[in-house]
């Protein structure tokens, strides 16, 4: 009789403790600190008498597809966050520490969910969460938390997340701002998206397709694998096909081996190729000289020797690297957490919520000049808050990251009119 | 026609890598009865051995000297982390082979660092005609450097001792150890042949293209080059590599013209619906020994 006392009782706490009825991680609990932040102060603390915030990232850092990205960006950020503590930290209380929890995800959404898993209780919020696949695998607890995260990747999905703080325009806007720029520059006629699976790859395409319907122009959609040698079937679908433009969105590698055969096979077309498109080292590679009279590159911001304050903070906090705009993006990236922990920090709801409400109620972000401040619009309904000015920039052997603008901030009339009531890539 | 034979020529180029890859495979499984699943990274170092040296020593000489290096790589590996577990179960072999990968590629990766790396290759994408057909140069310096290749491993394998050795030692090793044939070096110069033949490998993929931390995985397209040819085979490899990219090649042209209900991107399966296919009809390969086993 007595173990079925014991059994119920069991059954019971179990029961409780599931429902979170008893817990003991009891975050919101009166004179408690909130996770992730102390009011000892950070590691490497440039004033010891503030207190701690502690952001994690998770990156891809060795062994992922975008490791050659993922470094600079988190590098950007370290730098971005030490000038901050530097200047006084955030509303004279605290500083941000963005090195004690920075986890690899090798570009794998289950690595990715299980080292966020791991810093989750000790964390406010992410500084960087790479990825599109990756950060969808941890969406739903970010939701179910209320920890904010600056992603790492552009896709449209992210405008519908409160809790996800993106910055700059994403692939679908981008894409359409080529294809209205293209109707400008190049008066194309067909236009043609290669482009790799997923919300990459294929939320641009979506941008290219409505932009294509809009300007009465016939669109094909090439989706292909990633992988040079894997580019046979899109270099033969350019060349018999022949669109007058193709929006490229694939890693650098496929995209000079798509831009430098296609060239060879006698392609006389227009490429413009998203930001992950290009990388420097393609001005030493065969596809040189194609890439120089046929490609373009959008961009979601301008590249790294920029002239504004935030570009010159950047190089000055970034002494001695080799120039790379995957600094100058997860520099920029940084920009909205900073706006809203201030935020946070003046409004005396120092917590996760606090941290919540604080982005919902950005308007604008002061990006030092590197974007314009409607782009660190969290507030209102995702249609009117969706960023929508880019970039095109050109091939340049003298620029430092190899590219120059030719045309600065813009949106093209598809852009402007178009509804975002949900994530582009679902409608290709 | 015309654009049948240029994408045949393709597929020959991409094929005559993935065959002298798979020639490696081979020559290790013969030796040792193991898949070396080292391939890949001794491949990916191969490339980016010549990606270094092209820049001090003009590209030829490097592919020679990445050659040596890499063999001498794979030797080390062989001596270091394969000879002692001889007489274990092939799958543990196996496995080993797996985590040398991974090492070897962790290592070359900071070789090659964030950018795409070039090999210095003299072809480009410059293209060449051939009566009516234009071809890409590479390709057919592919197709060139991979017949030497083979023509020289074969001519090793018929006429010097150390390949009459091997032989003996691939087909019964114990009577082969009684007849005073040294099975250790054997096993070592099946390993130092193929990773020479894997830094070849390596240096061709990058031509064009270049290369960046990704590339190993186009390696793995020589597993079913072997299968399909016989795990035992030489010529098995060489036929089985050239099948695997002359088909691949046909489905990246065609398939989307002629069988678009397959799908955007089927020519990246083929190599293994090629296997699959050759499986169900020969499960020994085309070229492989049928093993005989008493029940």
Known sequence: ?428 | MKALLETLIRGLGNGSVYALLALGFVIIYKATRVISFAQPALMLAGAVAVSHLAEVTGFYTAVLLAGLLIAGVALAVERIAIRPMVGRPVFVVAIITLGVDIVVRVVVNAFIGRDVRQVGDPWGFDQVALGPLVVQQRWLAMLAVTAVLVGLLFAFFRYTRYGLAMRAAAFDQETALAQGVSVGMVFALSWGLAGFLAAVAGMFVGTGQGIEQGTWVIALKALPAIIVGGLDSLGGAVAGGLVVGVVESLFQSYQGEYAPWLGQNFAVVTPYVVMLVVLLVRPYGLFGTREVERV
């Open chain 1, 1 to 428: 009789m007595k173990s079925r006392y014991v059994v119920a009782s069991a059954a019971l706490v179990a029961l409780l403790s599931a429902c979170g009825v008893i817990r003991g991680d009891d975050e919101g609990g009166k004179g408690a600190q909130a996770a992730g932040v102390t009011s000892e102060p950070c590691p490497t603390a440039v004033d010891k008498k503030k207190g701690c915030i502690y952001l994690g990232t998770v990156s891809d850092l060795t062994a992922g597809p975008f490791a050659a990205l993922a470094v600079p960006i988190t590098d950007a950020q370290k730098a971005f966050w030490a000038r901050v503590n530097k200047a006084g930290g955030i509303g004279g209380r605290y500083e941000v520490d963005v090195t004690k929890f920075v986890r690899d995800n090798k570009y794998n959404p289950e690595v990715h969910r299980q080292v966020y898993n791991e810093m989750k209780d000790q964390v406010l919020g992410l500084a960087q969460t790479l990825g599109s696949p990756t950060t969808a695998a941890i969406l739903g607890d970010l939701k179910a938390n209320s920890v904010v995260a600056a992603p790492a990747s552009w896709t449209s999905a992210w405008e519908f997340e409160d809790v996800i703080l993106e910055t700059g325009a994403n692939y679908c806007v981008e894409a359409m701002n080529s294809v209205d720029y293209a109707m400008e520059a190049y008066k194309p006629k067909s236009v043609m998206a290669v482009h790799l699976a997923g919300d990459y790859g294929a939320d641009a395409a979506a941008g290219a397709k409505i932009a294509a319907e809009r300007n009465g122009l016939t669109f094909t959609g090439v989706e292909t694998p990633s992988g040079a040698t894997e580019q046979g079937r899109a270099i033969t679908e350019i060349t018999k096909n022949k669109p007058d433009l193709v929006i490229l969105t694939t890693g650098p590698a496929d995209a000079a081996t798509i831009v430098g055969q296609a060239a060879a096979a006698g392609f006389k077309g227009r490429f413009i190729g998203t930001g992950p498109t290009w990388n420097p080292a393609l001005l030493k590679s065969p596809a040189a000289p194609a890439l120089k009279a046929l490609y373009e590159q959008s961009a979601p911001g301008r590249p790294w020797d920029s002239d504004t304050p935030g570009h010159r903070a950047m190089r000055e906090a970034l002494p001695g690297v080799t120039p790379n705009d995957g600094y100058t993006s997860g520099w920029a990236w940084a920009y909205p957490m900073k706006a809203a922990l201030e935020k946070m920090v003046a409004s005396g709801d120092i917590s996760r919520k606090g941290l919540l409400a604080a982005v919902k109620s950005l308007r604008t972000v002061d990006y030092e000049g590197m974007l314009p401040p409607e782009a660190g619009n969290f507030a209102g309904d995702p249609d009117a808050a969706t960023f929508r000015q880019t970039l095109v920039n050109k091939v340049d052997d003298k620029a430092l990251t190899g590219v120059t603008t030719v045309k600065d901030f813009f949106v093209g009339p598809t852009a402007k009119g178009h509804t975002f009531d949900g994530p582009c890539y679902a409608k290709l």
